[in-house]
């Protein structure tokens, strides 16, 4: 049994690589749009990459995925939670990490091609050839891109629950401490024990 923290966490870290796969179709279009200009669908298709239209709608699925995700700790955040963890890198690491990871998923994907895909060339003439070398800059900035929206999100939402925390809530949503129950003092005569306030007649 998974227990609700660590639900909690797979939830977030697979909201936060959903925005991976639409990075990695970002920077295999841009490469080819770079290379070849108003002929890039035409290329496209002749090279076998007519099959990434099918992809797309998964993209928007994840991408919508991950938007839910960051509405849902907005809203937690707004209540004064703070959901997002901190990164342990700086975002310059982040943005480092975020671009090999493009250029690595890209490599991967053009060699998958070469192998499979009809009319695509193989090795690193269908990686880095015919402007495939372009994948590496357009990497760096879908990266830079990446990295600062994983940052900028973490921001906003410590923004937000630090500021939900300093407002203190409405008096009519405010706690109230309860109120002591009333409690009945019998008050005794002063003579009844001797508490007259003058002393007894000669």
Do not use: K, N
């Given at each position: 049994m998974i227990g609700r923290p660590?639900?909690?966490?797979?939830?977030?870290?697979?909201?936060?690589?959903?925005?991976?796969?639409?990075?990695?179709?970002?920077?295999?279009?841009?490469?080819?749009?770079?290379?070849?200009?108003?002929?890039?669908?035409?290329?496209?298709?002749?090279?076998?990459?007519?099959?990434?239209?099918?992809?797309?709608?998964?993209?928007?699925?994840?991408?919508?995925?991950?938007?839910?995700?960051?509405?849902?700790?907005?809203?937690?955040?707004?209540?004064?939670?703070?959901?997002?963890?901190?990164?342990?890198?700086?975002?310059?690491?982040?943005?480092?990490?975020?671009?090999?990871?493009?250029?690595?998923?890209?490599?991967?994907?053009?060699?998958?091609?070469?192998?499979?895909?009809?009319?695509?060339?193989?090795?690193?003439?269908?990686?880095?050839?015919?402007?495939?070398?372009?994948?590496?800059?357009?990497?760096?900035?879908?990266?830079?891109?990446?990295?600062?929206?994983?940052?900028?999100?973490?921001?906003?939402?410590?923004?937000?629950?630090?500021?939900?925390?300093?407002?203190?809530?409405?008096?009519?949503?405010?706690?109230?401490?309860?109120?002591?129950?009333?409690?009945?003092?019998?008050?005794?005569?002063?003579?009844?024990?001797?508490?007259?306030?003058?002393?007894?007649?000669?």
């Amino acid at each position: 049994m998974i227990g609700r923290p660590d639900r909690r966490a797979a939830i977030r870290a697979v909201t936060r690589a959903a925005l991976v796969p639409g990075a990695a179709f970002a920077v295999h279009q841009l490469r080819y749009l770079l290379a070849f200009g108003s002929g890039a669908s035409a290329e496209l298709a002749r090279q076998g990459h007519s099959y990434l239209h099918s992809v797309v709608p998964w993209i928007v699925l994840l991408i919508g995925l991950t938007v839910g995700g960051f509405l849902g700790a907005l809203g937690r955040a707004m209540s004064g939670q703070r959901s997002a963890p901190r990164f342990t890198v700086s975002f310059t690491a982040l943005w480092a990490v975020c671009s090999v990871s493009l250029v690595t998923i890209y490599c991967t994907q053009e060699f998958l091609e070469g192998l499979f895909a009809t009319g695509h060339p193989g090795g690193l003439i269908g990686i880095f050839g015919f402007g495939g070398w372009w994948a590496i800059p357009v990497a760096i900035c879908i990266g830079l891109v990446l990295a600062a929206i994983f940052h900028g999100a973490r921001w906003v939402l410590d923004e937000v629950a630090l500021r939900a925390r300093a407002i203190p809530l409405p008096s009519a949503l405010a706690p109230r401490a309860p109120r002591p129950r009333a409690v009945l003092l019998i008050r005794l005569a002063p003579l009844a024990e001797g508490w007259s306030g003058r002393g007894p007649p000669v």
